[in-house]
């Protein structure tokens, strides 16, 4: 059983960042590979990054690649989601998730448990 509790959202200008964090319970968070998806209201959840147990590979979706960094900090049991020069769009609740698939899943219906999200407003 694993927790995930995300914190870092708020409200930031466009070009702006933020980094997210997602806190997880359990000893076995390192046996996890982790995805971000974000979900404005209405709309589908949509994957944003993900990462290998061990930090290893990272993957992104192609709307924030060279602006998101994904990392995750194993002794720490925590996730992270780098986000520079924010733009409207990124607008929309953030969620953690884990997946035991070894290569992080960009569909969330292949993760195993869930964040309760935080929300990111940017801007104009």
């Known amino acids: 059983q694993v927790q995930l509790v995300e914190s870092g959202g708020g409200s930031v200008q466009a070009g702006g960042s933020l980094r997210l964090s997602c806190a997880a319970s359990?000893?076995?968070?390192?046996?996890?590979?982790m995805g971000w998806f974000r979900q404005v209201h209405g709309n589908e959840r949509e994957y944003v990054a993900g990462i290998t147990w061990s930090g290893g590979n990272k993957y992104y979706v192609d709307s924030v690649k060279g602006r998101f960094t994904i990392s995750r900090d194993n002794a720490k049991n925590t996730v992270y989601l780098q986000m520079n020069s924010l733009k409207p769009e990124d607008t929309a609740v953030y969620y953690c998730a884990a997946s035991v698939v070894a290569l992080p899943p960009r569909n969330m219906v292949d993760y195993n448990y869930w964040g309760q999200g935080t929300q990111v407003t940017v801007s104009s």
């Open positions: 359990g000893r076995t968070f390192s046996s996890y590979a």
